[in-house]
């Protein structure tokens, strides 16, 4: 069992930047897939960055060149560093792990609201 607790979002203007954080407790954190994914009002979830346990990153087409996904198997903790936001980019932005490394969704956090401003 996994538990995961999301922090870091909020309001911010377009162009600006947030970092989200994923903090996890149990056991296995260094051998699963981290992931984030977004729900916007009236769309669907859809799958923003993974990171496996071997660091391997995958990104949204949406998402390229402006997100950064990262783990600390230390600190059992994996971030979502957003830079160049946009409106679209606002969503409820939801922590996930999970043992495929492609829709990793076994567990999942409480999310956090991420607002961009225009």
């Known amino acids: 069992q996994v538990q995961l607790v999301e922090s870091g979002g909020g309001l911010v203007q377009a162009g600006g930047s947030l970092r989200l954080s994923c903090a996890a407790a149990?056991?296995?954190?260094?051998?699963?897939?981290m992931g984030w994914y977004r729900q916007a009002p009236g769309k669907e979830r859809e799958l923003v960055a993974v990171?496996?346990?071997?660091?391997?990153?995958n990104y949204a087409d949406s998402v390229k060149g402006r997100f950064i996904i990262s783990r600390d198997n230390v600190k059992n903790t994996a971030y979502l560093q957003m830079i160049n936001l946009k409106p679209e980019d606002t969503a409820v932005y939801y922590c996930?792990?999970?043992?495929?490394?492609?829709?990793?969704?076994?567990?999942w956090g409480q999310g956090t609201q991420v607002t961009v401003s225009s």
């Open positions: 149990g056991s296995y954190f260094s051998i699963i897939a």
């Open positions: 990171i496996d346990s071997g660091r391997r990153t």
């Open positions: 996930s792990a999970g043992w495929s490394s492609i829709e990793p969704n076994d567990y």
